[in-house]
């Protein structure tokens, strides 16, 4: 696919307890723009009016901020999507993969977004919001951890978000691209972002000392984790 991705494994303001973060500071940067236009999808949360005010918050004065909101409210109505044409960056919060890609799909989110980052937009998110650009990804979207082979297939391979942020992830991701249950992918611990350009990965960033992010591949039946630098923004 043509344009800039940040897939992030966790951090950013929705883990911050002030809403700082030194990925959301790269995240901006990369526009080039002192005050860019940054639009925040809450799809995978239902729309959660407090998770939208949260990133409102964290962005204040120095981003031009809005929401794509597809459950309309008292507090914000529906949103077309067509906004993230108009953005220089489009921030997907977390919540739930499955229904965020379902919901996408119906009202052509999926399509906007190819073609917003076509022509520079930066798309990016954490957890589901990093989740979403892989062919497929480990999620809680049914309760339990599970494989969703269903990505919108932008980044190769498989994501695993929070890598040692939650119990079980790690060794359920190993196994699932140890048994071929999901394609060989990439893990990115809480604090961890992975930049992709056009496809290919560029670096790693992490916002916290020893923060990592893996490419976890598969020989035989065994899963093999192969670290990936991570270069500390602070």
Same mark, same amino acid.
């Given at each position: 696919?043509?344009? *800039?991705?940040?897939?992030?494994?966790?951090?950013?303001?929705?883990?911050?307890?002030?809403? %700082?973060?030194?990925?959301?500071?790269?995240?901006?940067?990369?526009?080039?723009?002192?005050?860019?236009?940054?639009?925040?999808?809450?799809?995978? +949360?239902?729309?959660?009016? %407090?998770?939208?005010?949260?990133?409102?918050?964290?962005?204040?004065?120095?981003?031009? *901020?809005?929401?794509?909101?597809?459950?309309?409210?008292?507090?914000?109505?529906? *949103?077309?999507? +067509?906004?993230?044409?108009?953005?220089?960056?489009?921030?997907?919060?977390?919540?739930?993969?499955?229904?965020?890609?379902?919901?996408?799909?119906?009202?052509?989110?999926?399509?906007?977004?190819?073609?917003?980052?076509?022509?520079? *937009?930066?798309?990016?998110?954490? %957890?589901?919001?990093?989740?979403?650009?892989?062919?497929?990804?480990?999620?809680?979207?049914?309760?339990?951890?599970?494989?969703?082979?269903?990505?919108?297939?932008?980044?190769?391979?498989?994501?695993?978000?929070?890598?040692?942020?939650?119990?079980?992830?790690?060794?359920?991701?190993?196994?699932?691209?140890?048994?071929?249950?999901?394609?060989?992918?990439?893990?990115?611990?809480?604090?961890?972002?992975?930049?992709?350009?056009?496809?290919?990965?560029?670096?790693?960033?992490?916002?916290?000392?020893?923060?990592?992010?893996?490419?976890?591949?598969?020989?035989?039946?065994?899963?093999?984790?192969?670290?990936?630098?991570?270069?500390?923004?602070?």
């Amino acid at each position: 696919m043509r344009g *800039t991705i940040l897939t992030l494994g966790g951090g950013g303001f929705s883990m911050s307890e002030d809403g %700082s973060s030194l990925i959301d500071d790269y995240l901006l940067a990369l526009t080039g723009k002192e005050r860019p236009k940054v639009c925040f999808v809450g799809t995978a +949360s239902g729309d959660s009016a %407090s998770y939208r005010d949260r990133f409102f918050a964290a962005f204040d004065g120095r981003a031009e *901020t809005s929401a794509l909101v597809l459950f309309a409210q008292e507090s914000h109505g529906y *949103t077309p999507p +067509s906004i993230a044409l108009e953005q220089d960056v489009i921030y997907v919060g977390g919540g739930s993969t499955a229904n965020l890609l379902s919901l996408w799909r119906l009202h052509g989110v999926d399509r906007v977004l190819v073609e917003a980052a076509a022509g520079g *937009t930066i798309l990016a998110g954490i %957890s589901a919001g990093m989740n979403c650009w892989y062919d497929a990804s480990s999620t809680d979207s049914y309760g339990p951890l599970a494989p969703l082979p269903d990505g919108l297939g932008l980044l190769p391979g498989s994501a695993c978000p929070h890598y040692f942020g939650e119990e079980g992830r790690a060794e359920r991701f190993r196994g699932w691209v140890a048994d071929g249950t999901l394609p060989p992918g990439y893990a990115a611990d809480d604090h961890v972002a992975l930049l992709w350009r056009d496809g290919e990965l560029v670096e790693a960033v992490g916002e916290r000392p020893g923060a990592q992010a893996f490419r976890v591949t598969r020989e035989g039946e065994t899963a093999v984790e192969m670290a990936l630098e991570v270069r500390n923004l602070g």
